[in-house]
């Protein structure tokens, strides 16, 4: 089972550059969620999705886009690339609500790096 | 706003040293509470959820507990391969809480053979 697919896993970008970080998941999971990882820090919510067409903004939207014209899928745009923005990118999802449907699933990460 | 605080920020235990993980946080209205562990380069693993006050859960060495302010993750004769990272998160009740988690910034557990 794939799961939670994430990539690329390491990326390099120019300030002002923009660039896609893409997810996919297999398990038809309705919610699906892009956290930033800095060290030493917890997760960040940046956006997320609890369904195709729908997105809101998590903790720290700024410098960053979201859509989700799947269930499958639910990409992450950055326009233009900031120092700021250097970070491990996470991707999660999970079935739904309910007691048996909250545990998030995780992908390996995106490590990325603006100079 | 919703909080969670962790600490230590890192553990260094010798192998069969048993400690505990403290997990602190300030909610509207708990919804869950979730543990999960980090291996260094890879996404978090879940562990746990607990839902109630005096709730309590067991894998392994690995035994988690909760409060009403806090929780905490009891390690017993830890083994080096128990090295990682354990994040902690709450989910808030209501519609846009249920939505989401917030996470701790997650204490680093190193275990020594």
């Known amino acids: 089972n794939a799961g939670v697919t994430q990539t690329p896993k390491f990326r390099i970008l120019k300030i002002g550059q923009s660039m896609t970080l893409q997810c996919a998941q297999d398990?038809?999971?309705?919610?699906m969620y892009w956290y930033r990882q800095d060290p030493g820090m917890g997760l960040k919510l940046i956006y997320y999705?609890?369904?195709?067409?729908?997105?809101d903004k998590g903790e720290v939207p700024n410098g960053y886009n979201v859509s989700r014209s799947t269930t499958e899928d639910f990409p992450l745009r950055l326009e233009l690339a900031a120092p700021s923005q250097t970070s491990v990118y996470f991707c999660?999802?999970?079935?739904?609500?309910?007691?048996?449907?909250?545990?998030?699933?995780f992908g390996s990460g995106t490590q990325l790096s603006v100079l | 706003e919703d909080q969670v605080t962790q600490s230590p920020e890192a553990l260094r235990l010798q192998e069969g040293e048993s400690s505990s993980l403290n997990c602190s946080y300030t909610v509207s209205g708990l919804r869950g509470l979730f543990w999960y562990r980090q291996d260094p380069g890879k996404g978090p693993e879940f562990l746990f959820t607990?839902?109630?006050a005096g709730e309590e859960k067991e894998k392994e060495r690995l035994k988690a507990t909760l409060t009403k302010k806090e929780s905490f993750l009891h390690i017993t004769a830890p083994k080096p391969e128990d090295s990682a990272t354990y994040l902690c998160?709450?989910?808030?009740?209501?519609?846009?809480?249920?939505?989401?988690?917030?996470f701790g910034q997650g204490t680093r557990l190193t275990i020594n053979p």
């Open positions: 607990l839902y109630s």
């Open positions: 998160a709450v989910q808030a009740g209501g519609i846009q809480g249920a939505q989401k988690l917030v």
């Open positions: 999660a999802s999970r079935p739904g609500t309910g007691a048996t449907n909250e545990k998030l699933f």
């Open positions: 398990m038809n999971h309705n919610y």
């Open positions: 999705s609890v369904g195709a067409g729908i997105t």
